[in-house]
């Protein structure tokens, strides 16, 4: 397979979407929906997988009655790395400025956090990480698909049906791939 040839400005995705490319299979990121938290082209990236529920809930772990508001928050496989910690994120909305979030957060952050209308808190275990030019390198490759957010991010279900519900708001070209059946060979 020939080279590609090297982006010559950086790009910048904090904050964006990164959607799973169809032919991404690898089971970890198969139909993933990524909020990009940290991105430099010169450190890597971060993000949390945001529709891979794990089957539990934060009660199941945070016994005490001091998060008794975070019992019933599901909690998200975030990515490979990492997954024996509990972390939460909050998410919300600006229209100044778009999707803001703050993340990595404390449970008592998220007890505080869970309080203010309109703030999506999510717990996770693992998160996703890149080297230095690591996602660059499966940007040009096409595995990634990026987005910006829009506000009815915050209104979805963060399960597998997260995926085909973004991808359908990108374009005609996108809603025929979330569309297209898993094995388009069997239909």
Known sequence: MAE????????????????A??????STFHHSVILLT???SGEGAHGLVLNQP?????GEFLKDEEFASLAR?????GGPVSREHLTFAALWWTEEKG???????????AVKHVQNPGTLVRAFVGYSGWSEGQLEGELRHSSWIAAKPTPSLLAHSHDHTLWAETLRNLSIYHRMIAECPEDPGRN
């Open 21 to 26: 490319d169809p032919t991404l299979r690898e």
């Open 73 to 77: 928050i599901n909690v998200h496989v």
């Open 4 to 19: 590609l040839p090297r982006q010559e400005s950086p790009i910048q995705l904090k904050g964006q979407l990164l959607l």
């Open 54 to 58: 794990s089957g539990h809930k934060v």
């Open 38 to 40: 940290e991105h430099s």
């Open 99 to 109: 999707l803001r979030f703050a993340t990595r957060i404390s449970a008592h952050d």
